[in-house]
């Protein structure tokens, strides 16, 4: 176990349905990174959070949005979802934010079907 | 912003042999070089890091390069074992940012 906790782990839905993906950090780690993982584009960043601010955006779809509560959790919702998003979705975290030089601590993954 | 490439996508070998995997980076600040191994259906897991005042580091088997001035690091694993099999992932970050950029992975095949 990382620590970092994702939920759920599988998610099958149809096409055009809305779906939240739920991710909880290592405990003291402030930072929350989403990442989606297709077969052929490896590790594609989408957004981060800090200590309940969004800090970083990366190739991150208009449909897709996140946010990070008080408690550090942080919700990835995928809107109007299409065959293409289906893909495995990492959440990770890390005690930095500005400083950079931290390793990530990555959950188990949540993995997306969209039929 | 930062771009990472890997070389190779694959990699085979033969078990006791070396691998080595290589990355570069495009952002001269970048000073945080992390690699991961995933194995099939789970998660990335850190395996060792570099920072760009270090030239090398060694943990057991596995060692890393920097070279700064050429902006390429390598990983280096030695007397690989079928448990080595796995995809490997370098990363880059920069000063300022905590974000990781990644390669886009290289998958190690040992042969017993």
């Known amino acids: 176990d990382s620590g970092v906790t994702q939920t759920p782990k599988h998610l099958i839905t149809a096409t055009g349905q809305r779906v939240t993906l739920r991710c909880s950090p290592r405990?003291?780690?402030?930072?929350v990174y989403w990442y989606q993982q297709s077969l052929d584009q490896g590790l594609q960043f989408l957004i981060q959070?800090?200590?309940?601010?969004?800090?970083a955006k990366g190739n991150i779809l208009e449909r897709f949005s996140a946010q990070q509560f008080p408690d550090l959790h942080s919700e990835l919702n995928l809107s109007s979802l299409e065959l293409g998003d289906s893909a495995l979705y990492f959440c990770?975290?890390?005690?930095?934010?500005?400083?950079?030089?931290?390793?990530?601590?990555f959950g188990s993954g949540t993995r997306l079907t969209v039929v | 912003g930062e771009n990472v490439e890997q070389h190779p996508s694959t990699l085979s070998v033969q078990e006791g042999d070396s691998a080595v995997i290589k990355c570069t980076y495009s952002?001269?600040?970048?000073?945080?070089f992390p690699w991961y191994k995933q194995e099939l259906g789970k998660r990335p897991q850190l395996i060792i890091d570099?920072?760009?005042?270090?030239g090398e580091k060694k943990d057991q088997r596995i060692a890393v390069t920097l070279n700064k001035t050429a902006k390429h690091f390598s990983l280096h694993i030695t007397e690989t074992q079928p448990e080595d099999s796995a995809v490997y992932f370098c990363?880059?970050?920069?000063?300022?940012?905590?974000?990781?950029?990644f390669g886009k992975g290289t998958m190690l095949l040992v042969s017993p």
């Open positions: 990770a975290s890390s005690f930095g934010q500005t400083r950079g030089g931290y390793g990530y601590t």
């Open positions: 405990s003291g780690d402030l930072s």
């Open positions: 959070y800090y200590n309940g601010e969004e800090r």
């Open positions: 952002d001269s600040a970048s000073n945080y």
């Open positions: 570099i920072r760009s005042n270090v």
């Open positions: 990363a880059a970050s920069t000063p300022g940012y905590s974000t990781l950029t």
